[in-house]
C-alpha cells in the first residue's frame, strides 16, 4: 500500500508521499512515487502515485516517452493543468486497455490512483485527483487537498487544521504530521518519506527534501504530537 497527499493553500501546493511498496511480508522495497516535471518559468508539474506498481510505473514511463516523441501531446506541450489531467487520465486508460484484461485472467485489479498538481504560466497553481477510470476532480478551496492511498490515518488532522488560508510552512508541517500518524497506524506505508513544497508563480521548485527513518526533524515531530495527544487527552473531563 501507500500514502500520498497534496495540500493546495494561497501560497503554493504541499507534496508528500511514502516509498514502500511490498508484494508479500518478504518482499518489501523503496520505490519513489514522486515524479516531476519542470521547466523554469514555463511549468512545474508533480505526480504522486498509488497503486499496483506495475502499472504505475508504466504510466510514468509512457508519459516519460511522449516527451521525446514527435507530434505527440505532452507534459511540455500542454497549456493548461486541466489539459495535462486530461492527458494522464488518457495514458491511464491506455494501460488499461493494454493490460486490464490479462491483469483480470490472474486475478489482479487494475489498481492505480493519481494526484497530480503544479501551474504552467499564465493561470493559478490546480491539483487534480485522476481515478483509474481516467476521470479526475480538482480541488477546491472548500477542501483543498487530495489523499490517496491509506488516507484515513491521516486525514482528521489535515481536517482539523489546513484550510487555504494556511501558510504553507504549516501546511508542509501538517503533511508530515499526517504521515507520522499513519506509519503509527499501518506496517504498509513506510520512510523514507518525499516532501516537495511548490510556492505559486515561481515556477520553478526551490524546497524539496527526503526524511529517512532517522531524521531528527521528523522523529521529534512524530513524538511531540504522540506527547500532545497525550496531554491533550489527560486535560479533558472523564465521563459524568
Not at 3 to 12: I, T
Not at 35 to 40: A, D, I, Q, T
Not at 62 to 91: I, K
Not at 147 to 170: F, H, L, M, S, W
Request: overall charge negative; some cysteine; glycine content about 8%.
Amino acid at each position: 500500500m501507500t500514502y500520498c497527499c497534496a495540500l493546495q493553500v494561497d501560497e503554493g501546493i504541499v507534496f508528500a508521499s511514502d516509498t514502500r511498496t511490498n508484494a508479500g511480508p518478504d518482499h518489501i522495497a523503496v520505490v519513489r512515487k514522486m515524479s516531476l516535471w519542470e521547466r523554469p518559468g514555463d511549468r512545474v508539474i508533480v505526480m504522486l502515485v498509488s497503486g499496483n506498481l506495475a502499472i504505475t510505473q508504466k504510466t510514468v514511463n509512457l508519459l516519460n516517452e511522449r516527451l521525446v516523441s514527435s507530434g505527440l501531446l505532452n507534459l511540455w506541450s500542454v497549456t493548461t493543468m486541466f489539459n495535462a489531467a486530461q492527458l494522464v487520465g488518457d495514458t491511464v486508460r491506455e494501460v488499461y486497455r493494454a493490460d486490464g484484461e490479462a491483469l483480470r485472467a490472474f486475478g489482479y485489479d487494475f489498481t492505480l490512483s493519481v494526484i497530480l498538481g503544479g501551474q504552467i504560466a499564465g493561470e493559478p497553481p490546480r491539483l487534480f485527483n485522476v481515478y483509474a477510470a481516467g476521470n479526475f476532480v480538482e480541488a477546491t478551496r472548500e477542501t483543498p487537498y487530495v489523499q490517496i492511498g491509506e488516507v484515513k490515518y491521516g486525514k482528521p488532522i489535515i481536517d482539523r487544521v489546513v484550510t487555504c488560508n494556511t501558510p504553507i510552512a504549516k501546511a508542509a508541517k501538517c503533511a508530515l504530521v499526517s504521515f507520522a500518524s499513519t506509519l503509527r497506524s499501518n506496517v504498509t506505508v513506510g520512510m523514507p518519506i518525499d516532501l516537495l513544497v511548490y510556492r505559486s508563480d515561481t515556477l520553478r521548485v526551490d524546497e524539496q527534501r527526503r526524511y529517512q527513518e532517522n531524521d531528527a526533524y521528523f522523529r521529534s515531530l512524530s513524538d511531540g504530537y504522540g506527547e500532545g495527544i497525550i496531554r491533550v487527552f489527560d486535560s479533558l473531563p472523564d465521563p459524568n
